[in-house]
């Protein structure tokens, strides 16, 4: 494929539907001169809104698909029965090695499923996580596993732990990443059973720079670079996060707008607000890769928008071009 980078975009899967996957794909390729870009759905469709866009057509490809993997599907049978979903004809084009990377906002049940089935599993990863940026108040910090595996072994979270870590300096460029343990509590003896396990394993393990555990209400002041939990306690974490984010977002917004002198006030800080809001917009930093596959797959929100495809896009090239996957399997082997 030479320096050419190859990206497949699910058209189909997300909320806001194809046009926005098409419109982050145009400003994705502005952005970067190496991607070569397969845009899989609808034909029809995507011609008709490509059509609103100068963009270099040599390095976009449209690939139909006939059926839709929903979300109220079963996500194995669909993967399974559905050969001509553009989730599945997708990942095939990584699979065979004519794509560098998967990008998807469809069914998260789907992708992990059709991950494991059609990508396959890196050899010697025990479980692939779901791994996501969260922005804090210092640097952003990775939480894995944010819903790909809900019930792991303490020796999953070891492993979790190791992916995260050279995932946050290859891509992030995180010098020796602090490492965390969601838990309850501070202390060693802290947590269930399977936390205290995985607390003992990472104390032991000289290759991750474990700091010992993280409460929750620690990770928006980015006292670690990597947290690992289980699936279930991942994803609870990042969706009160994300509720929470918007919450207060829709009530600073509330009060700017509740007087005559509090619009005033607004005026004055709008700059300064807009930097700080900034640092917890969640759209710039990507979406959530699927660690451990052999192919790169990247999941994004159901409800995302050109700038999330956008950083996608961006985050896939650096995944690509640092060999994150493959650094990844060579680190789990070790």
């Known amino acids: ?197 995985a607390y003992a394993l990472l104390k032991k393990d000289e290759s991750v720079n474990f700091v010992g555990s993280i409460e929750a209400r620690g990770i928006p002041y980015g006292k670690a670079d990597v947290i690992v939990a289980d699936g279930f306690i991942g994803n609870t974490i990042i969706k009160l996060y994300e509720g929470l984010s918007k919450v207060i977002l829709r009530e600073i917004k509330g009060a700017f707008l509740s007087s005559f002198s509090s619009k005033m006030g607004a005026i004055l800080v709008k700059k300064s607000m807009k930097r700080t809001l900034k640092k917890f917009d969640a759209s710039d930093k990507g979406g959530a890769p699927l660690l451990g596959l052999k192919g790169l797959v990247v999941k994004i929100h159901g409800n995302s928008k050109e700038m999330e495809v956008i950083s996608a896009i961006d985050q896939c090239v650096s995944f690509v071009k640092n060999d994150v996957s493959g650094k990844i399997i060579k680190g789990i082997e070790k």
């Open 1 to 197: 494929m030479g320096n050419m980078i190859n990206i497949v975009i699910d058209t189909i899967g997300g909320d806001n539907g194809a046009s926005v996957c098409v419109k982050g794909a145009v400003k994705g390729l502005e952005n970067n001169k190496n991607v070569k870009l397969f845009l899989v759905g609808h034909k029809s469709e995507i011609d008709s809104l490509l059509n609103e866009y100068e963009y270099d057509k040599s390095r976009v490809e449209v690939i139909n698909a006939t059926e839709e993997i929903s979300l109220n599907e079963a996500p194995v049978k669909a993967v399974r029965e559905k050969k001509d979903s553009s989730l599945v004809v997708g990942l095939n084009l990584l699979k065979e090695g004519k794509a560098d990377a998967f990008i998807s906002a469809g069914s998260t049940g789907a992708i992990l499923a059709g991950g494991q089935f059609i990508v396959g599993r890196a050899k010697g990863v025990k479980r692939t996580p779901l791994a996501h940026l969260l922005p804090t108040a210092a640097e952003p910090s990775l939480l894995l596993d944010c819903g790909a595996n809900m019930d792991v072994k303490p020796e999953v979270l070891h492993q979790f732990a190791q992916m995260g870590s050279i995932y946050m300096q290859e891509v992030c460029k995180v010098d020796n990443p602090r490492v965390a343990l969601a838990n309850v509590g501070l202390e060693e003896e802290k947590g269930n059973a399977q936390v205290k396990a």
